[in-house]
Every structure is written in structure tokens, then in C-alpha cells.
């Protein structure tokens, strides 16, 4: 893309200031996550391009203060206009990153990197992905997967093999494979292919969304609680039709509430996946938040 410069944030103050000092001077900064930028970065657009326009793009949220405090000015003492970004599900929000091809179509074959992987996989379990956090009780979930009566190919994100004790003992209707470090596309299409999926961050967590399979988010814990607000804000709004049984089974599973006592509502809940991305595809018409982004600068 012409224009854009993207600089590694543990790079030394000075060779940011030097590099930047060779190029013209930016006329649009983009932070993110509540990082302030090295001050001689600052000094050095305050002597050369003192109209430059700072834009902190923050966490995305579901809480409806987001869009009270999205896009508004944040004076600062410098002299430049700097922004908040807040990206976010609502129309007076920064948006969601989207991709327009998303998601692929059932019958596509697996890529490269998950080609060996999928041929192991057994035509009649169901399919659960899992993308979580060190901190999640993983083990005990699978223990209680492991009392349904069905079988499941369990697919584990790369490196979470470190998460489980090494003697941990499954019944054979419970297999679990190891997943390599993929891209992010064999990772969006992987989603798209499972019964269900955990996933966690925010950018899994969207496309968690766009495949349009139940799914929960291991949201990051925080010792002040707020990822509990965090996620009662999205589960509100992801279930806001929703039935009773479905909202009950949603809360649950974001829980880590043992599979036995909700699985049943996975037919309803894929259901309701499929009608809640073709509203967000419809809320993030206009491109989302690169789009917004783009829309906002200008």
C-alpha cells in the first residue's frame, strides 16, 4: 500500500526518530491499544508536521459507552489533535474487521497446511476447535466432553499440547489433534469446518462470528473483573432474540459449564450463528472498520 510505514514498537526511540526524519512526515499516526507513542517520535512530528492527526485504536467492545466516547477528540498538551478509535458492533462505533470472502463454501477442500491433519479425522465425529488461554480448566472440559455419547475430533490450537498433563487419560471417542502454526486464512477456514469452536482474543473472536458456528470466547481474565462486564455487554447483544434455553446455554458454555449440561442446544445455537452474522454482515455494509477508519481520516 502506498504511503503506509509500519514501525516495530521495541525498536529504539532514536532509529524510530532518524527514520522518520528521512521520509516526509506523516499526516496520520495510528496507535494502538492505549500505547502512547516514544516521545521523540512525538517531537519530531510536532517539528515537522505539527497538523498531524493521532488516532488511538482501542480494544473492541460490545459496551454501549463505546460509541459515546468513539471518534472524540482527546486535546493534548502538545498541540496535536489526537482521536479515539473504538472499534465495535454497533453502527456508531469504529466497526469490525471483515473480510468479503469470508466464509468459504462447506465443500472447500482443506489448504496445504491442513491437509495430513484432515484426512486423520474420523467422517462421523463432530468437530470442536479450541484456541484458548493457558488459564482456561481445558483439561477438566475435555474430561466432561468425554462423557457424551458421541465421538469428537478435538483440534488444539498450535502449542496447547503444553496446557494438558501429560497424563491425562480420554476415552477413544475423544481424539485429540495437534494443530502446526497456520495462517491466518487456514485458520478462518478451519472455524468455518467445525461443529464448534473456543476461541479467544478479539480477531478470532470476530471470526469466530463470520463462520457462523457456536462458539464462546475465552475472553482475557483481568484481576478487576472487567472482562466480565466485557463479555455480558457482547452476550447481551449477540442474544438479544434469542430463547430462553439458547441464553441459558450461551452463559453456560462461557462458563466452561461441562458440555452435558447445554450441548444439546448446539442445532439452535448454530441456527442462531448463521441469522447473527448475516446481521453483522448487514450492521458492517459499508466495510467495517478499515473502511470507517479510512472514512474518519478523510
Not at 481424539?175 to 473456543?198: G, K
Request: with cysteine.
Amino acid at each position: 500500500m502506498m504511503g503506509l510505514s509500519i514501525h516495530a514498537w521495541e525498536a529504539s526511540h532514536q532509529q524510530i526518530l532518524n527514520n522518520t526524519s528521512a521520509q516526509m512526515s506523516p499526516d496520520v499516526v495510528i496507535e494502538a491499544f492505549g500505547c502512547d507513542l516514544p516521545q521523540s517520535y512525538l517531537t519530531n512530528l510536532i517539528i515537522t508536521n505539527p497538523q498531524a492527526i493521532l488516532i488511538n485504536l482501542e480494544y473492541l467492545s460490545a459496551e454501549a459507552w463505546v460509541g459515546d466516547y468513539h471518534a472524540k477528540a482527546s486535546p493534548q498538551g502538545n498541540g496535536l489533535a489526537k482521536y479515539f478509535f473504538f472499534p465495535g458492533f454497533q453502527a456508531n462505533t469504529g466497526g469490525l474487521l471483515l473480510d468479503p470472502v469470508f466464509p468459504l463454501p462447506a465443500s472447500a477442500e482443506p489448504p496445504p497446511s491442513l491437509l495430513a491433519l484432515w484426512q486423520q479425522l474420523r467422517p462421523a465425529a463432530k468437530r470442536i476447535s479450541i484456541f484458548c488461554y493457558p488459564s482456561a480448566p481445558l483439561q477438566e472440559w475435555l474430561m466432561e466432553l468425554a462423557t457424551l455419547d458421541s465421538e469428537y475430533d478435538v483440534l488444539l490450537a498450535f502449542d496447547h499440547a503444553s496446557y494438558l498433563n501429560h497424563s491425562l487419560l480420554l476415552p477413544e471417542s475423544i481424539r485429540l489433534h495437534y494443530l502446526p502454526f497456520i495462517p491466518q486464512d487456514d485458520y478462518d477456514w478451519l472455524l468455518s469446518q467445525c461443529d464448534f469452536n473456543i476461541v479467544r482474543g478479539e480477531d478470532s473472536f470476530v471470526r469466530a462470528q463470520l463462520a457462523a458456528k457456536p462458539f464462546f470466547w475465552n475472553i482475557y481474565p483481568q484481576d478487576d473483573l472487567a472482562h466480565e462486564v466485557k463479555i455480558k455487554a457482547f452476550l447481551d447483544l449477540y442474544l438479544e432474540n434469542a430463547s430462553p434455553a439458547l441464553i441459558s446455554a450461551c452463559w453456560q458454555a462461557s462458563k466452561w459449564v461441562s458440555p452435558r449440561v447445554w450441548w444439546l442446544q448446539l442445532p439452535a445455537w448454530e441456527a442462531h450463528a448463521k441469522l447473527w452474522r448475516t446481521k453483522l454482515l448487514k450492521e458492517q455494509a459499508d466495510g467495517g472498520l478499515a473502511a470507517r477508519l479510512l472514512h474518519f481520516v478523510e
